[in-house]
């Protein structure tokens, strides 16, 4: 037991090394060719877990040449349009002003109950008011409004709007980030005011406290 302990403990910091190497992508949207790597992945660090004989050295040769492979042509497909469109595909078209391209659906196999709940998930029920569709090449459907439902920005109604800056979070499940309150231009002592100001006596009554470059704070009290 405490072989297979030690093997999936070694696994798991080897493909969270080399994971990282890939870029964040990876661990978010995943395109065809990154799914079946790491699928392909997920096979072979799996042995020395499920069969603690097989050495953990054994699984690192193929983890690492799946992954070369992959950032390999990751590169390859920058550099080729032609390349990229037949590892990754390119992205479909499913409704263009309003209209469902029925060639795009079935190309896609995208069925009309699927496309519908996927615009019920955005809030929309009549699909006149969209103008786009687009299936993207992670399987996300993004969609894009008729101009009279897309929501007005400030700049078209002229409202003259402040950069509050990216809110940063200041304390943590009690524990303050003191980093992250330098970065603010604060001090312990401007904390201090603003938990007074809330009717707290400590960081560690917090959960969560966020603040941001113009002043704004977001507190929320531990639950007792």
Do not use: C
Not at 97 to 114: A, F, L, S, Y
Request: hydrophobic letters at 45%; glycine letters at 6%.
């Amino acid at each position: 037991m405490s072989k297979i302990i030690i093997n999936a403990v070694i696994i798991y910091i080897i493909l969270m090394a080399l994971m990282r190497i890939t870029g964040k992508r990876q661990l978010g949207e995943l395109e065809l060719s990154e799914l079946i790597v790491t699928f392909l992945i997920s096979e072979t660090a799996s042995e020395p877990i499920i069969h603690p004989e097989v050495p953990v050295l054994s699984v690192l040769g193929p983890v690492i040449t799946l992954i070369t492979m992959e950032y390999l042509f990751s590169l390859l497909a920058l550099k080729s349009v032609r390349l990229r469109g037949i590892l990754v595909g390119k992205p479909a078209l499913l409704i263009v002003h309003g209209r469902i391209d029925q060639t795009q659906m079935r190309k896609n196999r995208i069925t009309p109950d699927e496309l519908t709940e996927a615009l019920r998930n955005e809030g929309i029920l009549d699909l006149s008011t969209v103008e786009y569709a687009i299936l993207e090449t992670n399987g996300r459907l993004n969609i894009i409004p008729t101009p009279p439902e897309r929501p007005a920005t400030a700049g078209q109604l002229g409202i003259e709007t402040q950069d509050a800056g990216y809110p940063v979070i200041v304390i943590n499940n009690g524990r303050v980030l003191t980093d992250n309150l330098r970065l603010l231009g604060k001090d312990e002592k401007w904390l201090a005011d603003k938990l007074r100001a809330n009717k707290l006596s400590s960081p560690r009554e917090v959960y969560m406290m966020t603040a941001d470059m113009a002043g704004g704070v977001f507190l929320a009290p531990k639950e007792r």
